[in-house]
């Protein structure tokens, strides 16, 4: 069973601190996203990643920035963090097409 | 433009009543459709993908392209049913999200 773990379950920074949030996976797979989480909005795509140092933007990649250095991890960098990123951020990994996801990191933004 | 639409945020049902959670897709090519379920506390999973055509804790699902829907259905709903779920439409290599519906059983 795949693990796609997320390094941090809770977050709390202050505005304009930068953010990293970390994602490792252990399948070797190809394909890791970003995903942020709101109630009424669903799953929104921040960035994906088809290999390493590869990276594509998603739906909202506005006020963000990703890293793949290595093939297992994937990471997201709020440069300098705003209150409305506030949010559940979840992680995904795929090597077909169905995403196996993490546990979430509830950012909360002060 | 592709689009996943579940129409009802909320949708509250009594024990052992039948459950059908909508979702309607806009894709012009071949469509590839899944279900994800989110159980409180718990990470999103995968619940069943419309290519099987499998049965997954008594959850079914049939995509109809003429009316472009991939409705989740159960035919008794249980306690533990109830979660939040997304319809996800699959375009090469990435997955489009419905905004999800939140079922909920009362005993």
């Known amino acids: 069973d795949v693990k796609v773990t997320q390094s941090s379950r809770y977050l709390v920074k202050r505005t304009g601190e930068k953010v990293f949030l970390e994602c490792v996976q252990d399948?070797?797979?190809?394909?890791m996203f970003w995903y942020r989480q709101d109630p009424g909005l669903g799953l929104r795509l921040i960035y994906f990643s088809y290999d390493v140092k590869m990276k594509e933007k998603g739906d909202i990649p506005e006020g963000y920035s990703v890293s793949r250095e290595k093939k297992e991890r994937f990471s997201l960098i709020l440069e300098s963090a705003s209150t409305n990123q506030t949010s559940m951020y979840l992680c995904?990994?795929?090597?077909?097409?169905?995403?196996?996801f993490g546990s979430g990191t509830r950012l909360t933004v002060v | 433009a592709q689009r996943v639409t579940q129409p009802e945020k909320l949708l509250s049902v009594f024990k052992g009543a039948p459950v059908e959670l909508k979702c309607n897709y806009s894709?012009?090519?071949?469509?590839?459709l899944f279900w994800y379920v989110q159980y409180s506390r718990q990470r999103l999973q995968l619940l069943l993908r419309h290519i099987s055509r499998e049965s997954i804790k008594g959850f079914t699902a049939d995509l109809n392209k003429g009316e472009t829907s991939f409705h989740l259905k159960k035919p008794f709903a249980q306690e533990e049913d109830s979660a939040m779920y997304y319809c996800a439409l699959v375009i090469p290599d990435k997955l489009i999200f419905g905004t999800g519906t939140r079922l909920q059983v009362f005993p």
């Open positions: 995904a990994s795929s090597s077909r097409r169905d995403h196996s």
């Open positions: 894709y012009s090519g071949s469509p590839e």
């Open positions: 399948m070797d797979h190809e394909n």
